[in-house]
């Protein structure tokens, strides 16, 4: 009932209908007046203030995506070539750092072993003969120059011993077992980092070398997101400043992020800076995610209203400002506007038109008033 009777006032005005604008009006620019009567106004609750100066949070707006850095993702590669024997992996697993996903072979792997064993076994005496002369020289036994010999081929073998030695850890042999007479005969190949097997490029009895990359990780959950500022909001960003990271993609989901970087340089095609910020909680976040952000930029004095001073139609923001006040009856004209942060109740404005400093609006109940103009009210009636 009470519903019914609000519209029903909104039906009786000033002179004696609710008057939109006529034909005329529209010809001298008056499209957006609209007259309210006290009665009116005090049915639902229609309240007149001023537009208001408060310090609310400022923000700057950005648009970008979630990236991972160089040192989160990585492509598997192999040191030498050879035919893939095994898979051990599937795209989608997750992996550990060092764990093997995959073997391969190559029969200069054996004979690479076999230099090895050999060649220790020759560090092995000329070590023993090294220190041999070296016993012989300090009881003026030995002569200076069989010492010296003895010294250079013990560098030599032990330089050698340690080239082959190196060689068999980078293909992820493992020597201790070399030494045990244990041969392998298709190389490990090992997971650079933690992460998930992202694209896998090979398949087994492919022919891989130094160049082929072999499938690809990435470490998601050091997805960070990198943020476009354009130079005129450049200044007001730094890093520690919050982030509200939006998921264009992902209904209402937000996260918090924090920023800790700001590039020194423009883009080219965009004349933006790139913003690195670090989001606190990154589950189930994917690189290449498109996001919309809001950065915290410290408190500002802004021209601001209550929320229901605002009213929408057909996808805009409009105030009501007071035209014209007679006895018992009010002319509003409507003015759109654009809307920043919010906080503690009040919104930020900035109309398309320029107001007079003690220029009058509704602050309370412009949604009826838009109701009535827009023909709202006819609907529900």
């Known amino acids: ?36 009567t006290d009665t009116q106004m005090k049915a639902v609750g229609i309240e007149i203030g001023a537009i208001e100066t408060k310090n609310l949070k400022s923000v700057v707006r950005a648009n970008g995506q979630l990236v991972l850095t160089p040192q989160n993702a990585a492509e ?71 010492l010296q010999q003895a010294r250079a081929k013990y560098e030599a073998d032990r330089a050698r ?14 020597v201790a077992r070399l030494s045990e007479g244990v041969f392998v005969d298709a190389i490990p190949i090992k997971a650079p980092i933690n992460g998930v097997i992202g694209n896998i490029y090979v398949k087994t009895g492919s022919y891989a070398d130094m160049a082929t990359v072999l499938m690809e990780i990435t470490d998601n959950s050091q997805v960070h997101c990198d943020l476009q500022v354009f130079e005129h909001d450049l200044a007001k960003i730094h890093p520690g400043q919050s982030v509200e990271i939006g998921l264009t993609n992902q209904g209402n989901r937000s996260v918090e992020g924090v920023v800790y970087t700001v590039n020194q340089s423009f883009e080219k095609e965009s004349k933006s800076v790139t913003v690195h910020v670090e989001i606190n909680r990154s589950e189930g976040l994917l690189p290449g995610m498109y996001v919309s952000a809001l950065i915290q930029t410290g408190n500002e004095a802004v021209s601001a209203v209550p929320a229901d001073a605002i009213a ?50 509704i602050v309370k109940g412009a949604f009826y008033v838009m109701s009535m103009m827009t023909g709202g009210g006819e609907h529900e009636h």
């Open 1 to 36: 009932m009470k519903r019914i009777l609000i519209l029903y006032l909104f039906v009786v005005s000033c002179g004696g209908g609710a008057r939109q604008t006529d034909e005329h009006d529209h010809e001298e620019g008056h499209g957006d007046l609209i007259e309210v």
């Open 76 to 146: 598997v590669n192999t040191l030498t070539s050879g035919i893939i024997k095994e898979i051990t992996v599937h795209e989608g697993t997750a992996v550990r750092k060092g764990q093997i996903l995959a073997f391969l072979e190559n029969l200069d792997i054996v004979k690479l072993q076999e230099s090895y064993i050999t060649q220790k076994e020759e560090f092995a005496y000329c070590s023993q003969e090294y220190e041999r002369q070296k016993e012989l020289a300090s009881q003026n036994a030995g002569s200076g120059k069989d």
């Open 161 to 174: 011993l340690t080239s082959l030695e190196t060689q068999l850890r980078q293909l992820n042999i493992d």
């Open 312 to 361: 929408d139609a057909e996808g805009k923001k409009y105030i009501f400002a007071l035209e014209n006040e007679e006895e018992d009856c009010n002319d509003f004209r409507r003015i759109e506007v654009t809307t920043g942060v919010s906080e503690l109740g009040y919104v930020e404005i900035i109309p398309l038109e320029r107001l007079e400093p003690d220029t009058k609006i």
